[in-house]
């Protein structure tokens, strides 16, 4: 029911429960499905941002949205086949949480329903997410957004615990754990990340908070933080309190030194004149050595074998010792040809 308040006498008007259906549906609809229609009740509603529009639930399952004015309801969607509990909108009207009796929690985006030329037959809702605990299956007593919208938050029926999720991907991204107490009513804070849930047993209003890190180096640049306590060893002059006049005098003295910046001092331990050092051969056409060096490929050379380019001299060594060798061989078969005639003679 609405109740319009703006006169002195209240007028009071009769929201619609049925749910609008296409002109085809509607032709193809017997009585029987009429009857059924005008059994649902509506068990929850909300107005839209501008408040042109109201947003109700019915015990079916249906989803209407009616306006205000005219008290007709223009367009009707079917969420579920159980009871819709509860509605919220975001804080800018875009986004819309849905809390039902199948243990299921669903987000969708919401048309903009505020525009002149709106087209109420091509009006689309379409649900975005739809949250659940499938291992235990666990209803939910209340659910709430973020103030961003980002995030969802519902208690738990016979629980205590708070569940978020992330509607980004869609999933769960923390389980809060509160008292030994079934929890009613969560709220996110408007503009901070607390959360407030209200127990249902005491009354007790619990906070959930982030509880931030002090940064002490934004504080103070030169200041570093250690995970544990450290001896510090400090300077022998480090906390002497000096006169102003000193300090003056010695900030002066300072400014008339001269400061060398064209010689180069050596580093310890890197050029010592007793130390060895590798002689490094930057270009290969200056090496004074008498063994050749040859270059195999681009940036890498290796010495000449110590036989190579003795050929001649390997080819020579090789056919004089053949010549010997076949010299050593003719008086073997000399000798074995003369051994033959003697045999043949006798």
């Known amino acids: ?120 037959d ?28 980002e995030y969802v938050t519902a208690s738990t029926y016979m629980n205590h615990d708070i569940y978020v999720w992330e509607r980004g991907h869609g999933s769960l991204v923390k389980i809060l754990e509160g008292p030994k107490e079934e929890l009613g009513v969560v709220e996110w804070h408007p503009h901070r990340p607390l959360v407030a849930a209200c127990g249902l047993e005491s009354g007790r209003v619990y906070l959930w908070s982030i509880i931030t890190p002090q940064r002490w180096s934004a504080l103070a640049p030169d200041f570093a933080e250690v995970e544990e306590n450290v001896e510090y060893i400090e300077r022998e002059d480090e906390f002497d309190i ?13 400014e008339d030194e001269d400061v060398d910046v064209l010689t180069i001092e050596p580093v310890k331990g890197e050029f010592e004149e007793e130390a060895f050092r590798m002689p490094v051969l930057l270009d290969i056409d200056d090496s004074e050595s008498e063994e050749e060096i040859v270059a195999v490929g681009p940036g890498t050379m290796r010495r000449k074998s110590p036989g190579e380019g003795r050929e001649w001299m390997n080819g020579a060594e090789s056919a004089g010792s053949g010549e010997e060798h076949a010299a050593s061989k003719k008086p073997a078969i000399n000798s074995t040809s003369r051994s033959q005639n003697r045999t043949r003679k006798r």
Do not use: Y
């Open 1 to 120: 029911m609405l109740v319009d308040i703006a006169s002195t006498v209240p007028v009071k008007r009769t929201l619609p429960s049925a749910p609008k259906r296409p002109h085809i549906e509607a032709e193809e609809l017997n009585e029987k499905q009429l009857a059924q229609d005008a059994k649902q009740s509506t068990c929850v509603t909300i107005f839209t941002a501008l408040g042109n529009h109201i947003i109700s639930g019915t015990s079916k399952g249906w989803l209407n949205i009616i306006e205000t004015e005219s008290c007709d309801t223009i367009h009707s969607t079917r969420l579920c086949n159980g009871v819709v509990i509860f509605l919220r909108l975001t804080a800018s009207g875009r986004d819309m949480v849905i809390n039902s009796s199948d243990r299921v929690i669903r987000t969708m985006p919401m048309p903009d329903l505020s525009q002149v030329d709106l087209d109420i």
């Open 122 to 149: 091509n009006i689309k809702i379409e649900v975005e997410h739809k949250f659940q605990d499938v291992v235990n299956r666990l209803s939910w007593n209340h659910v709430a957004f973020s103030a961003t919208g």
């Open 242 to 254: 000096h006169p102003i006049e000193e300090i003056h005098k010695r900030r002066l003295d300072l």
